[in-house]
């Protein structure tokens, strides 16, 4: 001791560097869960979206690969089935929804896919179109058929197909 009252300097100064370096940590801690928060919602959001486009694929290509049916629907008048649950899929794909949309000028047929990952949704729409038959020269002059006219990504909001066939 030596009494005139600069004993415990370091103490202060140590107390003063601790309480730096806790900010910082917090600081740093806190900026890093905001990123891995942000980066897990954007991953469930594009497994949403890569869902919704799978089941829409799959429902398109039943519904042109068993056209006669489908064919039947439109003859007598597009039923609106509203929302329906889409059972069946592996956890990690969420839940889907399909709901249909018939445009009568245009013939066509939109699929839409709305699939839910860990409350993250994802929305696409697949969309056909009835292509008549050809005429005489055509061995399948009679038949006309559903085909896919493209996919549309449903969080644009702008209905513009993005992949037309």
Do not use: H
């Amino acid at each position: 001791m030596t009494g005139k009252g600069e004993d415990g300097y370091v103490l202060g100064y140590f107390m003063i560097l601790l309480m730096v370096i806790m900010i910082f940590i917090t600081s740093v801690m806190s900026l890093s869960y905001g990123y891995y928060s942000r980066i897990t919602k954007e991953k469930y959001r594009k497994q949403a979206f890569y869902t919704a486009r799978s089941v829409a694929q799959a429902v398109a290509e039943e519904w042109v690969n068993n056209g006669e049916t489908t064919a039947e629907l439109m003859m007598e008048g597009f039923p609106d089935y509203g929302d329906i649950e889409i059972s069946g899929l592996p956890k990690e794909m969420g839940t889907c929804i399909l709901r249909t949309e018939y445009e009568e000028d245009t013939n066509r047929i939109y699929i839409w896919i709305t699939a839910d990952v860990m409350d993250q949704k994802g929305t696409a729409a697949a969309v056909l179109r009835y292509k008549m038959g050809s005429g005489a020269d055509d061995a399948f002059a009679d038949e006309g058929g559903w085909e896919l006219a493209g996919y549309i990504n449903g969080e644009t909001k702008n209905d513009e197909i993005l992949e037309e066939y």
